[in-house]
């Protein structure tokens, strides 16, 4: 049977006791993931939001499975201001995360700052970031990430991609901008649903009581359209959430067993 045809597969819902226990076993299928592909291509691909996503990533450092040399690091988005500025999605992960492992600086895929007046520019410069490292775009309809790394916010958006926003219907563009986000600051560039929808693995973390109820609307009532419940990548690839138990303390679908 085609993969065209097959529906995408059920999300798996991993329930965790507590934050750390979340991150130890994030950091294990992460390592698990990065095996996977670079012993199929010698690389892995992965993209990064920003939030608490950055300090839940902390089990990966001094990780000696971590093989940061073959990591190509792209952002699910980002906001349109330095690369030093304190809403930087790449500074709060370099703080939190680069800094501190011996990933090799160009690996690391952050939006040109020479562009940051001309948004549409900018979100052009890196789709060809995308493109070079995913093949010419007339032979890849879209890119395949090995790994998407995403949180979400209480709206229930991902990335940059907010409820009932135009965006939520692109798909065309792999990268696309934002002028009017609803959440400061409000010039931003995301990828989209169709880059998050083409990646073999998307992860969804969230941890606290104080995403039990939006957690409850994505996973329980899809048919809601909150911009998270959208990412259902085609076969093969899955969506996974990692969460602790007062994150999904109001979630009725089933947890899975916590396997690699």
């Known amino acids: 049977m085609s993969s065209i045809h097959q529906p995408p597969s059920p999300s798996v819902l991993y329930s965790f006791e507590s934050p750390n226990e979340l991150c130890e076993k994030l950091a294990a299928f992460i390592a698990k993931a990065q095996k996977e592909a670079i012993d199929k291509k010698g690389r892995f691909t992965v993209a990064l939001s920003g939030g608490s996503l950055p300090k839940q990533l902390n089990k990966l450092i001094d990780n000696p499975a971590v093989k940061w040399d073959k990591w190509q690091v792209f952002f699910a988005d980002e906001r349109c201001v330095p690369l030093d500025h304190e809403d930087s999605n790449y500074n709060l992960c370099r703080k939190e995360l680069f800094s501190k492992v011996p990933i090799p600086p160009k690996n690391i895929h952050h ?82 649903f169709p880059v998050l929808n083409h990646a073999l693995r998307v992860v969804f973390v969230a941890a606290g009581e104080g995403k039990a109820d939006v957690l409850s609307t994505i996973i329980d009532n899809p048919e809601a359209g909150l911009p998270a419940s959208r990412v259902r990548p085609s076969h093969p690839g899955q969506v996974y959430w990692y969460v602790d138990n007062a994150a999904s303390a109001k979630v009725k679908y089933q947890r899975s067993e916590f396997k690699l």
């Open 111 to 192: 939006l040109d700052v020479a562009l940051l007046d001309d948004l549409e520019e900018l979100a052009d410069a890196y789709e060809k970031a995308l493109i070079n490292e995913f093949a010419q775009k007339d032979s890849a309809r879209f890119p395949v990430f090995d790994l998407i790394l995403l949180g979400i916010g209480p709206d229930g958006h991902t990335c940059s991609l907010f409820p009932e926003h135009p965006l939520l219907t692109e798909e065309d563009r792999w990268v696309a901008y934002i002028e009017d986000s609803p959440k400061p600051p409000p010039k931003r560039i995301t990828l989209t």
